[in-house]
Nanobody, 116 residues
């Protein structure tokens, strides 16, 4: 079955960086578009970024464009999210999602907290 395991979250200071990883298994990773989504405390799930199966055409939410970079390594079945210039409003549980962010399978999430 589909397994997505996120890692790399933690506590960062405003202006800092984190790199999230998502190890995928149970499906042919290289055939699927992938997404990152996040959920802040008390809020709904929010799309962050997505990338095509071959790594082309990444798209970003306005709130993260220019600061976050999505990438993937199909040989290693891994999805990444490089997060720079972090802001307190980036604090959330970050999910790796197979396919569309709103209804695809997702992992357990990794917590990102941005605070001084």
């Amino acid at each position: 079955q589909v397994q997505l395991v996120e890692s790399g979250g933690g506590l960062a200071q405003p202006g800092g960086s984190l790199r999230l990883s998502c190890a995928a298994s149970g499906f042919t990773f290289g055939r699927y578009a992938m997404s990152w989504a996040r959920q802040a405390p008390g809020k709904g799930l929010e799309w962050v970024s997505n990338i095509a199966s071959d790594g082309t055409g990444p798209h970003y939410a306005d709130s993260v464009r220019g600061r976050f970079t999505i990438s993937r390594d199909n040989a290693e079945n891994t999805l990444y999210l490089q997060m720079n210039s972090l802001k307190p409003e980036d604090t959330a549980l970050y999910y790796c999602v197979k396919g569309h962010w709103a209804d695809g399978s997702r992992g357990q999430g990794t917590q990102v907290t941005v605070s001084s």
